[in-house]
């Protein structure tokens, strides 16, 4: 079976955490704990965000050299060597020394003119002072939007066409190998007018890119890892339910608050009906469990009804 | 015919310029006018050095929270995902859209018991006073060895002795997809007394990692591109002679100042001895020349005598 899998910017670094290489090693030996029986049994391919990782590089850039500090795409490929070391190496090491591991860096093709361009929604990068933000705005021409009483940079999210280096990843797929890639939702590029791809200050969805990924790739099954155990209806309140087992039509007629399970939702079910494959969302650590149908929430075409978590 | 490039240091950034994102990607735009014509008639694999790269992110880390600076196996990892994102997008640009690139991380096995541990000699990130050497020293067991009047801190640079993602790198190759390894000399390290793989601080000789990528290809020609156009007998002296072609017996037989053409040298005489195919040393511009044993150094084996440049 094939499994693709990503890993939340929670399952890496825990909220609130400080994004130390300490704190981050430990968790990737988390969820490295947490992948090793499927990497024993499975193809696996890793994806990953890098959330906490970027803002923590774009604020010691910002220490040292303001007007020097590099752009948006530069720090996501930064991240994607970083984090995708420490993976290999964790994973590895509970792995036979004989497995072959491939991190590789992943540029995905966007297009400019994607809406997201017009609303730049994705917080990016630490909080500001109204009259830094002003300056910001002046100086860089970045885009701001309040956070409680401070404002901090927004760039736009646009949706994933295609992943560049797709075929290097299934030749290596097909000779066995864990692959590690498009992580921090891949390094978000376009075609310029003269037909030559150039980065952009943007962020890719992880969730999105990582589906894209997974129906490229036509997983098995695409699981999303993150902190929370389940898909809940009612999230919150006393009457929460977990849901075990959906239709992609029938999770989509529930609302979700935005920013949380919203766009896992809707990469689960496109996968879904894409693919005709299953796709799932749950708990790190979990993911045996998850295979196994017995935890988090699984999205499948043709799940006649929806079957809830016992309370 | 199987190529491996080692693009030196001073190739993506000239000396004493600043590593901003602007500075790194006109140069890389320049090595990759050079490699295209390469790319478009052998299988082509590029490794690279990451010095002032590391050393910017050592001056970020370091201005932003110094207790929580990112070990050096962390920034190499960073500067792989980087660098490797630039050439792969400019050297892309020159080639037809459907050519394949990865960018691999790439890690290397040292041995602990290197004779290099107990003596640093790489120097790396930024100038200190005599005091801030000191503290670093007792805080975090820096090494340091005078540099002018200033301090500077220094790492052992141990022998590469595995590449552990070799195996895919061949994969690919098998493919035709453009590989990108190995920068920086590849991420050290070495298997602790749990038998797992832990990263060191330490600095692999980018000229050492790439013989060792090119031998183990197989590779036809191993090309180290930096900005001197030959390796030359009494350089800098009014009879200096620039090396067409030589035996390794022959050029071993020259002396040249440490930190300069040495570690080149002996590179290129190993991957010779050991393979029987050419390994040569010159000037990233003349890249297409170097390849028709036009310019820079080749060093074969069985070469009779040896062929200078004309002056």
Redesign the interface.
Known sequence: MRVVVALGGNALLRRRQ?P??ENQRENVRIAAEAMAPIAREHELVISHGNGPQVG??A???A??KPD?A??L??LG??????I???I??EL??LLPPEV??????T?IEIDPADPAFNNPTKFIGPLYEEAEANALTAGKRWAFKQDSDKWRRVVPSPLPKRI??I??IK??LE?K?IV?CAGGGG?P?YYDEKN????VEAVIDKDFASELLARELAADLFIMATDVGAVFKDFGTPHQKGIKRSSPEAIQSIEFPAGSMGPKVQAACHFAQKTGNPAAIGALADLPEILERNAGTTVMSGSKRTVWHEQ
């Open positions: 400080e130390t290489a923590l590089l604020l010691q850039g220490a040292y020097e590099y752009p795409d530069v490929a930064q991240t994607e060597g970083m995708g070391y420490m290999e190496q590895g090491n072959p591991f491939a991190t590789i860096l540029m560049f280096e075929r290097p030749w290596l000779r190998t590690i390094i590029t030559s791809l150039r980065g």
